[in-house]
């Protein structure tokens, strides 16, 4: 997890100036998928998991200040690896990480500051953008969500299963158009995950100077 940390840190040069930096060190908690699963998550100037066939979110709110963020960037790592697997694919649909965008009309922003994650996602009018590293698909295809009510999820692939360091600059409007038609709402969340319990398998990972624009 060390050399993840120090790798994550060398790419902050490659991070925008001008965006907003979030913060792993406070605010995170973990919300378990299963009874018997959970992730190690290590929360600081990064946030680290290790994901040994295992499965598990890490969420944070977004300060109100930032609900109207339509970019984002980071870095990431991956010094252990998932196999390739299908995405798409209900229960067999492992990844090393990804980064989760949650999306609610502006009208209704207000009302579910205080919401937990799990009130998000059983939420009909919460729209979910998950950036992964992982799978065998192309960057930047699109892949419905196989989880939740229909229309809700997306998954956009943007790495394949592999190990390596590299940093991404998604705009996450015109990703939000892509994926549900029309314009984005309030980001009123965030949220990342590492999944390891389908092919029971070992993840070591990392992101980083996350900023949101």
């Given at each position: 997890m060390r050399f993840l940390l120090s790798t994550a840190l060398a790419l902050a040069t490659t991070v925008s100036a001008t965006a907003g930096p979030v913060n792993f060190s406070?605010?995170?908690?973990?919300?378990?998928?299963?009874?018997?699963?959970?992730?190690?998550?290590?929360?600081?100037?990064?946030?680290?998991?290790?994901?040994?066939?295992?499965?598990?979110?890490?969420?944070?709110?977004?300060?109100?200040?930032?609900?109207?963020?339509?970019?984002?960037?980071?870095?990431?790592?991956?010094?252990?690896?998932?196999?390739?697997?299908?995405?798409?694919?209900?229960?067999?649909?492992?990844?090393?990480?990804?980064?989760?965008?949650?999306?609610?009309?502006?009208?209704?922003?207000?009302?579910?500051?205080?919401?937990?994650?799990?009130?998000?996602?059983?939420?009909?009018?919460?729209?979910?953008?998950?950036?992964?590293?992982?799978?065998?698909?192309?960057?930047?295809?699109?892949?419905?969500?196989?989880?939740?009510?229909?229309?809700?999820g997306v998954t956009i692939a943007l790495r394949q299963a592999g190990t390596g360091a590299f940093s991404e600059s998604v705009d996450l409007a015109a990703d939000y158009a892509r994926a549900f038609g029309g314009e984005k709402g309030a980001l009123v969340g965030l949220a990342v995950s590492g999944d390891s319990d389908d092919t029971d398998t070992m993840i070591r990972a990392a992101i980083g100077n996350l900023s949101l624009r």
């Amino acid at each position: 997890m060390r050399f993840l940390l120090s790798t994550a840190l060398a790419l902050a040069t490659t991070v925008s100036a001008t965006a907003g930096p979030v913060n792993f060190s406070t605010g995170w908690q973990e919300q378990r998928l299963s009874l018997f699963s959970s992730n190690d998550y290590s929360f600081g100037q990064n946030l680290g998991l290790v994901s040994d066939g295992s499965v598990s979110i890490a969420w944070s709110r977004v300060a109100r200040t930032d609900w109207g963020s339509s970019g984002a960037a980071w870095s990431w790592t991956v010094e252990q690896s998932v196999p390739a697997t299908d995405l798409s694919r209900k229960g067999g649909d492992d990844r090393n990480i990804s980064l989760y965008f949650v999306f609610v009309p502006e009208s209704i922003a207000p009302s579910l500051e205080g919401a937990n994650i799990r009130s998000l996602l059983g939420n009909d009018d919460v729209r979910i953008i998950q950036y992964a590293w992982g799978g065998n698909h192309s960057r930047g295809q699109v892949i419905p969500s196989p989880y939740g009510p229909q229309g809700q999820g997306v998954t956009i692939a943007l790495r394949q299963a592999g190990t390596g360091a590299f940093s991404e600059s998604v705009d996450l409007a015109a990703d939000y158009a892509r994926a549900f038609g029309g314009e984005k709402g309030a980001l009123v969340g965030l949220a990342v995950s590492g999944d390891s319990d389908d092919t029971d398998t070992m993840i070591r990972a990392a992101i980083g100077n996350l900023s949101l624009r």
